[in-house]
């Protein structure tokens, strides 16, 4: 997950890190609070290369060697993020851990949401919800809760000083990620209660066409009813 490019194919570098990190976190799926884990520091090396900041000492020995990329002493989370988010997700799954679900959580001020993608907030959503897996219900009221308040209130209510495009996509990628984990949460079911939830959030990205939450909350359904 920590390693940064050492040849000249960067182009397939974000697969390798995504892949790394979700391996991680099925080797120690559910394991987090182990005693054998801890000692590794896991979840606060994680949380680094979710949020950023410089390589600790010795951690990443390699030296970069590439003639299109230059990366400087500072974590890159637009390759690291991902595979973290997802790790650290798995490795407290089903442990309805309130700390690492508040690592996890979305920003709520609008300063601390541009340091996020959009994309990396479906990600957290996720993650944090399969870390408070008794948590989830299937009720519109429920996924609406993941929204910060700051994202919803800016989505009804538009203010000149933010930027309505990244309010739009931040609040339906982070309602995409709770219909996602929804649909984990209640896959093989055929809850008639998630149907209809994800149903109607289905009904809503296709009105506003946004493509890739209907491919998403689409699968979710898909794993309901499997």
Not at 75 to 96: D, E, R, S, V, Y
Not at 122 to 147: E, F, G, H, T
Not at 194 to 200: E, R
Request: glycine letters at 8%; a positive charge; hydrophobic letters at 45%.
């Amino acid at each position: 997950v920590s390693g940064r490019e050492v040849a000249d194919h960067y182009e397939t570098r974000d697969s390798y890190v995504l892949s790394a990190g979700i391996a991680l976190g099925l080797i120690s799926l559910g394991r987090g609070s182990d005693v054998g884990l801890s000692d590794l520091n896991m979840e606060d090396r994680l949380h680094q290369f979710m949020t950023g900041g410089k390589y600790q000492s010795g951690a990443n020995p390699v030296s970069t060697k590439c003639s299109r990329l230059k990366e400087g002493r500072n974590i890159n989370i637009q390759m690291t993020a991902p595979g973290a988010t997802l790790a650290l997700g798995f490795m407290f799954m089903k442990t309805n851990s309130t700390s690492v679900a508040a690592r996890l959580a979305i920003p709520d001020t609008l300063f601390l949401l541009d340091y996020v993608k959009p994309d990396l907030m479906l990600l957290r959503v996720l993650a944090k919800n399969l870390v408070l897996w008794d948590s989830i219900q299937p009720s519109i009221d429920w996924v609406s809760s993941q929204l910060p308040s700051v994202v919803a209130e800016l989505y009804l209510r538009p203010k000149p000083s933010a930027t309505h495009d990244t309010i739009v996509q931040a609040h339906a990628n982070i309602l995409a990620g709770g219909c996602f984990a929804l649909g984990l949460r209640f896959a093989g079911t055929a809850s008639s209660h998630a149907k209809s939830v994800l149903l109607h959030f289905l009904a809503h990205f296709v009105e506003k066409r946004q493509l890739t939450c209907i491919g998403v909350v689409g699968q979710a359904l898909g794993f309901v009813m499997a």
